[in-house]
């Protein structure tokens, strides 16, 4: 279910992200529920839920529940490939976003090493990244075991950029590889997630986000989409390749 391009994801308070994030995740049994019900789903207050949809503009939780049927229907025609071209709206990603890939290809093309770090699924990412920035001829790496002594390989070395991919931000592992380099000068860190209110977000130096409905088929196996996250990868590769020539 689509909701973005209402409201700045940045302006809701953390019960309205609660909100936010049931609807994402379910929109399609929303439109069915009564105030009271969304509430209690969302666990949060009849009273919040108003309060949230009359930040999005709506009038009446009737005229809400209205609109997410209508989506829901649209979004029931539109085919697989649309909806992948759909994830790459420029509404799902921050306004300035083409500042802040200069601002980290610049961190790049001066760093000595430039580590990706990610598990499962994002893992994956990091070693197709790691390996493009080594096609132009970077020393970089990717990192998908959290218990792999990379503090101590990284001994004696000086402007390492580690650039850190999670959907959520929240990972224990790489939230408390992170905070092991967060006072640490020869380290820049980066996030790239679709949570820029993450723990992991707050811990880096500089994220790069994104918004995608995060997905799951049970709790341990995550559907969601990469797309938006390799769409980052690719322009701030391009941003680097921009500073060789």
């Known amino acids: 279910m689509s909701l973005f391009g209402k409201i700045d994801f940045n302006s809701l308070s953390e019960t309205d992200r609660a909100i936010y994030q049931y609807l994402n995740n379910h929109g399609d049994k929303a439109f069915y529920m009564r105030v009271r019900e969304l509430a209690d789903a969302s666990h949060t207050s009849a009273s919040s839920v108003m309060r949230f949809i009359r930040k999005m503009g709506f009038e009446s939780y009737s005229q809400f529940r209205a609109s997410l049927k209508s989506q829901s229907t649209a979004e029931e025609t539109v085919d697989t490939f649309s909806q992948g071209t759909l994830l790459l709206d420029p509404k799902n990603f921050p306004k300035d976003m083409g500042q802040r890939l200069k601002v980290v290809a610049n961190l790049i093309y001066e760093a ?73 000068d020869d380290y820049t860190t980066v996030a790239i997630t679709s949570n820029e209110q993450s723990l992991l977000a707050a811990l880096c130096q500089y994220t790069l986000s994104y918004q995608v409905q995060v997905r799951h088929f049970d709790t341990f196996n995550d559907l969601t989409s990469q797309i938006p996250a390799m769409y980052l990868l690719e322009s701030l590769i391009g941003e680097v390749e921009k500073l060789e020539k």
Not at 149 to 156: D, F, G, H, S, Y
């Open 112 to 184: 000595e090493n430039i580590i990706f770090f990610g598990m499962g699924a994002s893992g994956s990412l990091c070693e197709y990244a790691a390996r493009r920035m080594a096609t132009i001829g970077y020393n970089s790496f990717a990192l998908t075991d959290p218990t792999y002594p990379i503090a101590q390989k990284l001994r004696n070395t000086f402007q390492n950029v580690i650039i850190v991919l999670s959907i959520t931000g929240k990972t224990t592992e790489l939230v408390e590889t992170v905070n092991n380099f967060k006072n640490h």
